[in-house]
């Protein structure tokens, strides 16, 4: 059982390059979620899809944009990348939208921008 | 203002000592669920416990317990009998209903270091 599958795991782009992280779900979740990890400063909550055909924008969202493609795939895409840019990208899913339900996570992408 | 706050960059724990992990939340709603995360230097992210805001009861994981205190905002998670690969960062999150979605918010996290 795979879980949620990020792909790539790493990837280094240069300033203004633009590059789309793929997160795929098989657990049959609803709910997709995009999270950026900087030192410090826990996961932020970059965009999200409520539904299969929503998304909407989380609390870090400028520079970045979403396609919820199906069900199971959630990509995000840097069009012009910069140096803050530069963290580590987590893909999660939920099966409902509540607050019981826990978010399992994808094993990142370590992204440096030079 | 902080969701979560962890107040504890920081850690050392001998092995078979039980360890624990502060986190206080700031929330205005009836219903949100309380959920500890383990981040070890692989880097994945792995669910260790949950806690709902009508829970009476603290939850149990194993060696994991969540000692919720709903008065005080309070969702500390208790490591006993701690293991070398207990050693890894810790993120308490909460997740409550904003914007059409309930959203998972998260502390800066709490490094755990075991000792043998």
């Known amino acids: 059982n795979a879980g949620v599958t990020q792909t790539p795991k790493f990837q280094v782009l240069k300033t203004g390059q633009s590059m789309t992280l793929q997160c795929a779900q098989d657990m049959n979740h609803n709910s997709m979620y995009w999270y950026r990890q900087d030192p410090g400063m826990g996961l932020r909550l970059i965009y999200y899809s409520a539904s299969e055909g929503t998304t909407d924008k989380g609390e870090v969202p400028n520079g970045y944009n979403v396609s919820r493609l199906n069900k199971r795939e959630f990509s995000l895409r840097l069009e012009s990348a910069a140096p803050s840019q530069t963290s580590v990208y987590f893909c999660?899913?939920?099966?409902?939208?509540?607050?019981?339900?826990?978010?399992?996570f994808g094993n990142g992408t370590r992204l440096t921008v030079t | 203002a902080q969701k979560i706050t962890q107040t504890q960059p920081g850690m050392f724990v001998q092995e078979k000592e039980a360890v624990t992990l502060d986190c206080t939340y700031d929330t205005s709603d009836q219903s949100y669920g309380l959920f500890w995360y383990k981040q070890p230097s692989s880097g994945e992210m792995i669910f260790l416990i949950y806690?709902?805001?009508?829970?009476?009861q603290n939850a149990t994981e194993g060696r994991y317990s969540l000692n919720f205190q709903k008065a005080r905002k309070s969702a500390n998670l208790v490591i006993s009998a701690s293991q070398l690969g207990d050693s890894a960062m810790y993120f308490c999150a909460m997740r409550e209903y904003r914007s059409n979605d309930y959203k998972l918010s998260f502390g800066a996290g709490t490094t755990v270091t075991v000792r043998a």
């Open positions: 999660a899913s939920t099966i409902r939208s509540s607050y019981n339900s826990p978010l399992h």
């Open positions: 806690q709902g805001s009508y829970d009476e």
